[in-house]
């Protein structure tokens, strides 16, 4: 499901909500866990899962192509938990 879907998605579950107003929806609500992951904070919403920040340590990787060395720095990447909830969904499906 892309994000134009979902916005189509909600506006179609709930008759009071024009597609506009279900993109604002969408997005003030992507935007939040943005900007709480940005301040390196993490965000659970219970029964889905939750986002957190991760540190990746340097690293020495491996260009395929060529097979040579290459160094990786250090960085903070995303990383999302999911909820007992959404594990136990999935799997009955």
Known sequence: MTKSELIAKIS???????????????????????????????????????????????RTGRNPKLGTSVDVGAKVVPHFKPGKALRERVLLT
Do not use: Y
């Open 12 to 58: 179609d579950d709930n008759s009071g909500l024009t597609r506009k107003e279900s993109e604002v929806l969408v997005n003030t609500v992507l935007d939040s866990i943005v900007d709480t992951l940005a301040q390196g904070k993490g965000v659970e919403l219970r029964g889905f899962g939750s986002f957190t920040i991760r540190d990746r340590h340097a």
